[in-house]
């Protein structure tokens, strides 16, 4: 029994992170960000095709992307180009994905140490969020939520058959990033999900800084709540959906970094275990960062024991679980006039 | 039977399309696939780009529509007709059970939700054992006319596309109604259409139904199309897609639905078929090209591709005019009306710890203007929200003509004849000032959703249009009566809703800031339409910023301040009661 509460909580708190990162992009862009399972593979599969020796696609995909983003940035700053601007974009867009690209270059053939791996995935991914917003969302950022879903979509088609075209159709695993491990009483902590349990902790904490206390933090707030008041006081709400990106990219990443030694992912996986921490967003309101959290360990709880006890239905189990949760939403929640479109 | 021609002209190429020589059967299997789609997608666009409810459970719908008559054909031997009604019906039942659930959730719990459904419905199709699981259930017979068989996808082809045909009409004729207007007004917000009387949780969850069970019809073609079901096709992938067939298209449009359809459906065939020659086979490559191709179409048009199309064409369907010679039956009034229409007593209301109308009294009589003025923040919409039931009351009664409301709801206020206007604007930007107009008619016609799909509601509508058009007339406006609405500018949008309150056939009409956005000329016109009315025997009770305007029209005048009634009387005792000019000046003059 204690185990599966145990395994769930450690699945939990992997969606729990997804989740925030999701709510985080949906206040900031409206966006619903379906691509997340694939930052997730991402992570995990560069990160464990890195620690084997391998060279991994993403590393080139964010240099494509990157040229293809300068050439948007150019194109948008067509009637004012100036040296400080092209240079700036081309700094951000060309340069560091070049300079990602070299170094995991230079590593891939010499065995790195973990950390290194997790790091040089860590930016990779990060790079791709970024110019994913750049290429695919910034240009719709004025359309409705739904035109914004759909193209979220079209860019998780895209990213996923990319992953397949990088990683292949074999499921992959990768080293763990702390060995050790201790026992209290029953239970057996591994340094992993000690990591993962740590990992989480700190992100929430840190988001919660974040939004609470830096400027920053405070505009993308501001974005969220209203794109054009925000624009007026001088925030370039393009920016805040960057940095929305990055730091989802960044969560997507690592939690694909955190359990591709625990669990084998395929290219696909990340699909479903977003989804899952998507559950957790919308139980959360796709507003509320603790309840989210809360909601993230109950989803993982209740699969780790339907898993168990009806494998067959664990997923039925888990997906349904929403229609009650979404049912008493909708009746606590008061009657809001909406009138946006 | 005009401007129906484009339409009869796509059902005679479509009807050739199989005969047309030298046409690989290839694509008329395509050709069936598009129209299986465009069912679906059909429901999308009344559901998501009409109704504003977006769902990506809809291949659910057809999951249930497909296996039912798979069921029923094979385990029980029902013939496919018979198993046509079943399907339609389980799908519809589908639709109340998850509608009854899902269609509350408001904004962006709704697709959320759908997609959970979508999910666990398809992992239900999948593990069920009289589902066949994950094998599914093959040897499903084909439709038959009594000796034909359509065994051969040019035969099925008929029969799809007649479906699609008639679905495409049915579902023109519901949006031209008073009910497709009810389900047009749903995606700006519910206030509006509820103060007019629309019983917005029913119209939703009807346009849930329909768009369900036309997936149940595409799902039962698609069981007697491809002969055998598997959960496959149900998937969350396929929801996605046909939501995506629907934005592609243009969702709003029926038309854009049968594109979108056709539009992704050819592209993924393309892609599947020439990319892998192109590029030697390399795994799913189409769909990372599908994917890239779906984003940059979106952000060429981002509101979908027929809109785009249609404002490509040189002319313009003219709008019809309504026969105005037509007369709607007044609404019922009870005789003898007493003098005291509105009795406002001690209403109160509280947000938290804040008190936006702090026991506030008055009443309205029979043919009198009363003025309801005081600074920003004195109350004055909170009270105008609390007698039409957009909020109830903390404590206090509010009663009309005698008959206490009891925190009824805005559909019951307005049937009692008060109608409104508000302060910021609901109008529907994309439809006609004359079908804004109509909402306000609402309850005074009677034709139900599935008259009008078969356009049996056409002396109903006819009578609806004729009062509109009155009323639109009445306010001035007739040069924009068919402009759409949100290319007016802001005060003859507050004008609109003026006429839109009058479509009620009200006693007594509640004005939030009419005049606001107007320039001195509209403002005297609206001062003498109002003037016109009261003489005709209404009422009417108005906020108002425009002390010029209060203080020439209105034969009485309450004044709120910070949610308290200071004073109330003729504007010129008003102008010089030292309370008012306290609250206003902020000094005893």
Same mark, same amino acid.
Request: hydrophobic share 55%; proline share 5%.
């Given at each position: 029994?204690?185990?599966?509460?145990?395994?769930?909580?450690?699945?939990?708190?992997?969606?729990?992170?997804?989740?925030?990162?999701?709510?985080?992009?949906?206040?900031?862009?409206?966006?619903?960000?379906?691509?997340?399972?694939?930052?997730?593979?991402?992570?995990?599969?560069?990160?464990?095709?890195?620690?084997?020796?391998?060279?991994?696609?993403?590393?080139?995909?964010?240099?494509?992307?990157?040229?293809?983003?300068?050439?948007?940035?150019?194109?948008?700053?067509?009637?004012?180009?100036?040296?400080?601007?092209?240079?700036?974009?081309?700094?951000?867009?060309?340069?560091?994905?070049?300079?990602?690209?070299?170094?995991?270059?230079?590593?891939?053939?010499?065995?790195?140490?973990?950390?290194?791996?997790?790091?040089?995935?860590?930016?990779?991914?990060?790079?791709?969020?970024?110019?994913?917003?750049?290429?695919?969302?910034?240009?719709?950022?004025?359309?409705?939520?739904?035109?914004?879903?759909?193209? +979220?979509?079209?860019?998780?088609?895209?990213?996923?058959?990319?992953?397949?075209?990088?990683?292949?159709?074999?499921?992959?695993?990768?080293?763990?990033?702390?060995?050790?491990?201790?026992?209290?009483?029953?239970?057996?902590?591994?340094?992993?999900?000690?990591?993962?349990?740590?990992?989480?902790?700190?992100?929430?904490?840190?988001?919660?800084?974040?939004?609470?206390?830096?400027?920053?933090?405070?505009?993308?707030?501001?974005?969220?709540?209203?794109?054009?008041?925000?624009?007026?006081?001088?925030?370039?709400?393009?920016?805040?959906?960057?940095?929305?990106?990055?730091?989802?990219?960044?969560?997507?990443?690592?939690?694909?970094?955190?359990?591709?030694?625990?669990?084998?992912?395929?290219?696909?996986?990340?699909?479903?275990?977003?989804?899952?921490?998507?559950?957790?967003?919308?139980?959360?309101?796709?507003?509320?960062?603790?309840?989210?959290?809360?909601?993230?360990?109950?989803?993982?709880?209740?699969?780790?024991?339907?898993?168990?006890?009806?494998?067959?239905?664990? #997923?039925?189990?888990?997906?349904?679980?929403?229609?009650?949760?979404?049912?008493?939403?909708?009746?606590?929640?008061?009657?809001?006039?909406?009138?946006?479109? | 039977?005009?401007?129906?021609?484009?339409?009869?002209?796509?059902?005679?190429?479509?009807?050739?399309?199989?005969?047309?020589?030298?046409?690989?059967?290839?694509?008329?299997?395509?050709?069936?696939?598009?129209?299986?789609?465009?069912?679906?997608?059909?429901?999308?666009?009344?559901?998501?780009?009409?109704?504003?409810?977006?769902?990506?459970?809809?291949?659910?719908?057809?999951?249930?529509?497909?296996?039912?008559?798979?069921?029923?054909?094979?385990?029980?031997?029902?013939?496919?007709?018979?198993?046509?009604?079943?399907?339609?019906?389980?799908?519809?039942?589908?639709?109340?059970?998850?509608?009854?659930?899902?269609?509350?959730?408001?904004?962006?719990?709704?697709?959320?939700?759908?997609?959970?459904?979508?999910?666990?419905?398809?992992?239900?199709?999948?593990?069920?054992?009289?589902?066949?699981?994950?094998?599914?259930?093959?040897?499903?017979?084909?439709? +038959?006319?009594?000796?034909?068989?359509?065994?051969?996808?040019?035969?099925?082809?008929?029969?799809?596309?007649?479906?699609?045909?008639?679905?495409?009409?049915?579902?023109?004729?519901?949006?031209?109604?008073?009910?497709?207007?009810?389900?047009?007004?749903?995606?700006?917000?519910?206030?509006?259409?509820?103060?007019?009387?629309?019983?917005?949780?029913?119209?939703?969850?009807?346009?849930?139904?329909?768009?369900?069970?036309?997936?149940?019809?595409?799902?039962?073609?698609?069981?007697?199309?491809?002969?055998?079901?598997?959960?496959?096709?149900?998937?969350?992938?396929?929801?996605?897609?046909?939501?995506?067939?629907?934005?592609?298209?243009?969702?709003?449009?029926?038309?854009?639905?049968?594109?979108?359809?056709?539009?992704?459906?050819?592209?993924?065939?393309?892609?599947?078929?020439?990319?892998?020659?192109?590029?030697?086979?390399?795994?799913?490559? #189409?769909?990372?090209?599908?994917?890239?191709?779906?984003?940059?179409?979106?952000?060429?048009?981002?509101?979908?591709?027929?809109?785009?199309?249609?404002?490509?064409?040189?002319?313009?369907?003219?709008?019809?005019?309504?026969?105005?010679?037509?007369?709607?039956?007044?609404?019922?009034?009870?005789?003898?009306?007493?003098?005291?229409?509105?009795?406002?007593?001690?209403?109160?209301?509280?947000?938290?710890?804040?008190?936006?109308?702090?026991?506030?009294?008055?009443?309205?009589?029979?043919?009198?203007?009363?003025?309801?003025?005081?600074?920003?923040?004195?109350?004055?919409?909170?009270?105008?929200?609390?007698?039409?039931?957009?909020?109830?009351?903390?404590?206090?009664?509010?009663?009309?003509?005698?008959?206490?409301?009891?925190?009824?709801?805005?559909?019951?206020?307005?049937?009692?004849?008060? +109608?409104?206007?508000?302060?910021?604007?609901?109008?529907?930007?994309?439809?006609?000032?004359? #079908?804004?107009?109509?909402?306000?008619?609402?309850?005074?016609?009677?034709?139900?959703?599935?008259?009008?799909?078969?356009?049996?509601?056409?002396?109903?509508?006819?009578?609806?249009?004729? #009062?509109?058009?009155?009323?639109?007339?009445?306010?001035?406006?007739?040069?924009?009566?068919?402009?759409?609405?949100?290319?007016?500018?802001?005060?003859?949008?507050?004008?609109?809703?003026?006429?839109?309150?009058?479509?009620?056939?009200?006693?007594?009409?509640?004005?939030?800031?009419?005049?606001?956005?107007?320039?001195?000329?509209?403002?005297?016109?609206?001062?003498?339409?109002?003037?016109?009315?009261?003489?005709?025997?209404?009422?009417?009770?108005?906020?108002?910023?425009?002390?010029?305007?209060?203080?020439?029209?209105?034969?009485?005048?309450?004044?709120?301040?910070?949610?308290?009634?200071?004073?109330?009387?003729?504007?010129?005792?008003?102008?010089?009661?030292?309370?008012?000019?306290?609250?206003?000046?902020?000094?005893?003059?």
């Amino acid at each position: 029994m204690l185990f599966l509460v145990q395994d769930g909580i450690t699945n939990g708190a992997i969606y729990a992170l997804l989740g925030l990162a999701l709510v985080l992009v949906f206040a900031v862009t409206r966006v619903i960000l379906i691509p997340q399972g694939e930052f997730v593979t991402y992570g995990a599969l560069t990160y464990a095709s890195l620690a084997s020796g391998q060279m991994p696609g993403t590393a080139k995909l964010a240099v494509a992307m990157g040229v293809a983003a300068f050439a948007f940035d150019l194109f948008a700053a067509r009637r004012s180009l100036h040296g400080p601007r092209v240079a700036r974009a081309f700094l951000v867009n060309i340069a560091l994905p070049c300079a990602v690209l070299a170094l995991t270059f230079f590593f891939v053939s010499r065995h790195p140490p973990a950390l290194v791996s997790v790091a040089l995935s860590l930016v990779i991914v990060a790079a791709i969020g970024l110019f994913l917003y750049r290429l695919a969302f910034q240009p719709l950022a004025h359309t409705s939520v739904l035109v914004l879903l759909i193209a +979220s979509v079209g860019c998780h088609l895209a990213l996923q058959g990319l992953g397949l075209l990088f990683f292949g159709a074999e499921g992959q695993r990768g080293p763990t990033i702390a060995d050790t491990a201790l026992s209290a009483g029953p239970l057996r902590f591994t340094g992993q999900s000690i990591a993962v349990y740590g990992i989480t902790v700190a992100f929430i904490v840190a988001l919660w800084l974040f939004f609470g206390l830096t400027l920053y933090g405070k505009a993308l707030r501001a974005t969220a709540v209203n794109r054009l008041g925000a624009r007026l006081v001088g925030i370039r709400t393009s920016l805040s959906g960057q940095i929305a990106f990055l730091l989802a990219s960044v969560i997507g990443a690592l939690s694909g970094i955190l359990i591709v030694p625990i669990t084998t992912l395929y290219y696909d996986t990340g699909f479903l275990i977003g989804l899952k921490g998507f559950i957790a967003a919308i139980i959360g309101g796709l507003v509320s960062y603790p309840l989210t959290a809360v909601a993230a360990l109950m989803v993982g709880i209740v699969e780790s024991f339907s898993s168990f006890y009806a494998s067959n239905f664990k #997923e039925v189990i888990v997906f349904m679980l929403l229609v009650p949760m979404l049912l008493l939403r909708s009746l606590a929640a008061p009657a809001v006039e909406e009138e946006k479109d | 039977m005009k401007g129906r021609w484009p339409i009869l002209l796509f059902a005679a190429v479509m009807a050739a399309i199989p005969h047309l020589p030298g046409m690989p059967p290839f694509w008329i299997v395509l050709s069936d696939n598009i129209g299986l789609s465009a069912l679906v997608a059909m429901g999308l666009v009344l559901l998501t780009g009409v109704g504003g409810l977006t769902s990506f459970g809809q291949a659910a719908f057809v999951g249930f529509g497909a296996y039912t008559s798979a069921v029923l054909t094979t385990a029980y031997g029902l013939s496919p007709w018979l198993s046509l009604p079943a399907s339609l019906l389980v799908s519809g039942l589908a639709a109340v059970l998850l509608g009854l659930v899902t269609v509350r959730l408001s904004g962006h719990y709704l697709p959320l939700g759908t997609i959970a459904w979508g999910l666990g419905l398809f992992y239900l199709f999948s593990k069920l054992e009289f589902l066949g699981r994950n094998d599914g259930i093959s040897a499903i017979p084909p439709l +038959s006319i009594g000796p034909l068989k359509m065994l051969d996808p040019g035969a099925i082809y008929y029969a799809i596309w007649i479906a699609v045909l008639v679905c495409a009409l049915l579902t023109m004729n519901l949006l031209d109604s008073r009910t497709g207007r009810a389900i047009r007004a749903l995606r700006r917000g519910h206030v509006a259409a509820e103060a007019f009387g629309v019983q917005t949780p029913r119209a939703k969850l009807l346009v849930f139904i329909y768009a369900a069970v036309l997936a149940g019809l595409s799902g039962w073609l698609y069981a007697h199309f491809e002969r055998a079901v598997n959960p496959t096709p149900f998937g969350a992938q396929a929801g996605i897609e046909y939501l995506f067939i629907a934005v592609v298209g243009g969702a709003g449009y029926v038309w854009g639905g049968v594109l979108g359809a056709a539009i992704v459906v050819i592209l993924k065939e393309i892609l599947q078929s020439y990319l892998p020659l192109l590029l030697h086979g390399e795994g799913q490559l #189409e769909t990372i090209v599908f994917g890239i191709l779906l984003v940059a179409l979106l952000q060429l048009a981002p509101t979908g591709v027929w809109p785009w199309l249609m404002s490509l064409l040189p002319f313009k369907p003219d709008g019809k005019r309504p026969d105005t010679s037509l007369t709607l039956p007044p609404r019922p009034r009870t005789p003898g009306e007493p003098n005291v229409l509105l009795q406002v007593d001690s209403a109160r209301k509280q947000f938290g710890g804040v008190v936006a109308v702090n026991d506030v009294s008055f009443d309205v009589q029979s043919r009198e203007i009363v003025a309801l003025i005081g600074p920003n923040g004195a109350g004055k919409s909170t009270t105008f929200n609390l007698i039409t039931g957009v909020l109830t009351a903390t404590s206090g009664t509010i009663s009309v003509l005698g008959r206490k409301l009891h925190n009824a709801p805005p559909q019951e206020v307005v049937k009692l004849g008060i +109608s409104r206007t508000f302060q910021h604007v609901k109008l529907v930007p994309d439809m006609t000032v004359l #079908e804004n107009v109509a909402i306000g008619a609402h309850l005074r016609g009677q034709a139900s959703a599935l008259a009008s799909m078969f356009r049996l509601d056409r002396a109903d509508e006819a009578r609806l249009l004729a #009062e509109a058009a009155r009323q639109v007339d009445r306010v001035g406006l007739s040069g924009q009566i068919d402009q759409l609405a949100g290319s007016l500018s802001l005060g003859q949008q507050r004008i609109v809703e003026i006429a839109r309150a009058l479509c009620v056939d009200p006693m007594l009409l509640l004005l939030d800031e009419p005049a606001a956005g107007l320039r001195h000329m509209e403002k005297q016109q609206l001062a003498a339409l109002l003037r016109q009315l009261r003489d005709g025997g209404m009422s009417v009770l108005l906020v108002e910023h425009d002390m010029g305007f209060v203080m020439d029209l209105a034969d009485r005048v309450v004044v709120l301040d910070f949610g308290t009634k200071i004073a109330e009387g003729a504007p010129d005792a008003i102008k010089s009661n030292p309370e008012v000019i306290k609250a206003y000046l902020g000094v005893a003059a």
